[in-house]
């Protein structure tokens, strides 16, 4: 048996994270370089890669930029041969690139931005793991880590197709994780409010801080770095009997205390 050192010892690896140039995909990507990973940054913005990428080799490890808009299939196309033609190999997969408009209605949500919030967070995870889980199989196997969120089971109106994308997202954890294994393991994240630019019309308002400092468990939203731990495990063979899973990381949100009452 592997030393817990071993076991979340990336070096030589290779990391693909979608949204690796902002919030929580730039936080783990800068935690797998840590560990040693080598990565491949994908977001529509080449410049924010590449700033990312020059972080990654601040700290001694190689990485590559990629623009590519993964709602579109074509594009998770290109980005996957890209990434194949200038490493050989992908050891991680990390579908975190997401976005969760409000919107004032279901009936003011235009065919538009329905298909872009299906595109970026389902359609985009369901095919580059189409792409990278063969790849992964044929090889030296590999794991995919999902990013959801708990709006997943927790549906508000105002981002109704955000929420069924995202629970789209935790039931193709499981299908892959049955077509993928033994030799890949696919699990998810399902993320609860982190103080990232998604979340920044809401996380820091007064409403928002107020009820959670009153409702959750631990009282306030989380940081970025939070969840990298989280990301390094479900990618480590610490992890290795796990998949299909799908892992709450919300500060207790979720379940927000109950109110007392005189009944108790
Ligand atoms: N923050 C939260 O409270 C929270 C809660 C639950 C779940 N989540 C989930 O966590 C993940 C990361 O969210 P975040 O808060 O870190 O978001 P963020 O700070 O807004 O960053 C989003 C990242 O995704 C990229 N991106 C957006 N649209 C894209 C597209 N079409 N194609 C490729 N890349 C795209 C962005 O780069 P470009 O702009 O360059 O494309 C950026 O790197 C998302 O899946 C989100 O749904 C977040």
Not at 118 to 143: D, Q
Request: glycine content about 10%; charged content about 15%.
């Amino acid at each position: 048996m592997s030393t817990l050192a071993q076991q979340y010892d990336f070096s030589g690896k290779v990391v693909l994270i979608t949204g690796g140039s902002r919030g929580l995909g730039h936080a783990m990507a800068l935690g797998f370089a840590a560990a040693g990973a080598n990565l491949a940054i994908a977001s529509r913005k080449i410049d924010s890669c590449e700033a990312t990428v020059a972080e990654i080799r601040a700290i001694g490890r190689d990485g590559s930029a990629h623009a590519a808009h993964v709602g579109k299939w074509d594009d998770c196309n290109r980005l996957v041969e890209e990434v194949y033609a200038r490493w050989g190999r992908v050891d991680v997969l990390i579908n975190n690139a997401g976005l969760s408009p409000v919107v004032p209605s279901s009936l003011e949500t235009t065919e538009e931005l329905f298909d872009k919030v299906i595109g970026v967070n389902l359609k985009g995870p369901f095919r580059l793991t189409s792409l990278i889980g063969p790849r992964m199989v044929a090889g030296n196997g590999g794991t995919v880590i999902n990013i959801s969120s708990t709006s997943s089971i927790r549906p508000a109106p105002d981002t109704a197709p955000y929420s069924a994308a995202k629970a789209g997202l935790n039931i193709l954890t499981v299908a892959f994780a049955q077509e993928y294994g033994p030799k890949v393991r696919v699990n998810c994240i399902m993320a609860g409010p982190f103080h990232t630019d998604i979340s920044k019309s809401w996380s820091r308002t007064e409403g928002f801080t107020k009820a959670a400092r009153e409702g959750f468990p631990l009282q306030r939203a989380g940081e970025p770095h939070e969840v990298v731990g989280a990301a390094l495990y479900l990618a480590s063979t610490a992890s290795s009997y796990t998949t299909g899973a799908v892992l709450t990381i919300d500060g207790g949100s979720s379940y927000p205390k109950a109110a007392h009452t005189a009944a108790g």
